[in-house]
């Protein structure tokens, strides 16, 4: 069995994005502590790992050799094993079968595989859920959820998390240190709340924890309003139906809360058994853009992040994929793992088409571009029987390749090529998009036009700066902004004073600050702003918005960012300082914001802060874009590249690396601004690059950067 070779590592890629980050102008603050990655993220960020969920248990062992043999010849060097298993493994109450489990993965390091262990806590088993009906999750319309399917737990119960935790100390005794077990993942994808009585009480318990009296939780709630105010804890509600805002803020945040501590139940068990070099995730589903539960909150005591990567119907939007995993790195501000990746197609969307001939590598190197150190297919083969008969796999029911097979064997050959160039590096920005669950809920709480979609809001966003930076950080408005020459937080509806004052420190040190729509409104309780938008920023700003409007027809926009029209939503500013300068006007065609301004700007210590009171069409928002960066000394040495082009730099330890795919149908040259090194290719060294459609380059630069 080959052992994980970390000597040349002394930076990885996680210090790297942590720790490492430049480009801050002098007078700005100094980036986070220099702080060494763990054991645990060396191994998961150490080099690159292909891979696919396998079900072993799911068949003969007679036919595991086969299969192992076939990962191998594809280059998988990782599986993810056993996160639906918990029958096979506990087949009676306290009948533990874990041999088989041992044998498989010692098979699989036979053939050069290591293991991923999922705990199994997604699916109990029916000898549990039948003898102890209580711990079965309840829907927001009152029914129980029923044996049959997954995720049929409360994930509140006190009864499941012993279950829970049972098992997972024995798992963790039992191979916390086999030398093949790499990691391990808790649970599968955290999806549904419940709506049972122990779960409304500890909801109420966390509501008096958190406000101490009723008076509070009265005043923060505005309670007054609709004869709300509870005389006693035990009235408050539970339920899914759109209430106070306040309180549905509230219930986010108890939602996160109830994850946090059913994933630190089987975390603890974990750590108290488990070699400090495996390394501890969970793998995030929903599309990477969920807002279930805060995701900051469930990676931040996690070694690493992982999501699972789904375009689902359609064809990759590159741009929309390419945010979703910077989102995904900006989680925990460091490298990350894609721990499903979509092989082809899926089951459950609309129309399950298939990705494009040569589309599966492409979306691979795109997530590797942005910063996932490991990318794993589910699944391997599906079962004969079950629910997911349909879903695209590696190999088919008669244990042969499927056409993708060879595809994810060139992505395999590939890897072991570019490992050594890659391992250390991360991607590297000096902008960023700042994010908050806060904001996101209670937009959609209240959305006030069903046109206004955040996603989308934030993409009108990225795309001008991915086509400018070719490098774009996504990350939690909370986070270090020290090292960003310009930050843009679109629809950042809920700024508290202790966000206000972090936000404001940023510009006083050098930062510029981009607010866009929707910004300021709320306060952490979801109240009002007295102050009006962006609520404690506006003596900052020198400014406000005075009214808002949900548009039906776009309106027309100008001035010194250029000309062109607003949609969706429009808010009027008013500047109160002489210092704050008008950026753009509406035009004539709506006679409420006819002459008003629509974005204002106003330096401010070292730096500056704008607002962007609408949503710009895509011509002016990157001419917007293009200005505001010029004006901080942000640009790209690859310029502006041809379109479908997508380009993504890996930098640390004195390299870089840069991957450029051909999203496009047409061939495409991009010249490069220095000489590069083909890593694919024998190490040719280029000066420029010609791609066919699905075309992918990794490009190693020959001088140090
Ligand atoms: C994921 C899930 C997997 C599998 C997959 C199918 O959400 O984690 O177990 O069901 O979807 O696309």
Redesign the pocket.
Known sequence: MMRLNRSPLTCTAACAALLCATGAPPVRAATAPVRAPSPAVRTALGRLWLGA?WYPEQWPESRWPKDLALMQAAGINVVRVG??AWSALEPHQGDYHFGWLARAIAEAARHHIYVVIGTPTDAPPAWLTSRYPQVLRIHADGRRAEHGNRRQFSYASPLYRTFCRDIVTRLAERFGHNPDVIGWQID??YTNESYDAGTRRQFQLWLKRRFGTLAALNRAWTTAYWSQTYTAWNQIPLNALPGNPGLMLAHRQFVTATWLSFQRNQLRALRAHIAPRQFITT?I?GLGWSDNWDHYAITRPLDIAAW?D?VGEGQLNFYRNGAMSDFVRGWKRQDYWVM?A?PGF???APVNNSLVKGGVRAMTWESIGHGADAVLF??WRSALGGQ?QY?GTLVGPDGRPEPLYREVQRIGREFKRASAAIAGTSPRSQVALLVSYDSRWAIDFQRQTRRYHQLRVLLDYYRPLENLTHAVDIVSARAPLAHYKVVFAPSLNVISRSLARHLRAYVLSGGVLVLGPRSGMKDQYDRLNVERQPGPLVPLLGGRVQQYYALDAPVAVAGAAGDGTGRIWAEALTPRSRKTRVLLRYGAGNAWLTGEPAAIERRYGHGAILYLGTILDRRLMHAFVERTLAAAGVRSPFGVLPRGIELMRRVGAGREVVILINHGAARRTVRLPYAMRDVLHRGRVLRSVRLRSEGVAVLERTSAP
């Open positions: 969920a996160e639906f599968n994808e793998n589903g699972d789904y499903e979509q899926v089951d459950w589910w699944q997911e879903h």
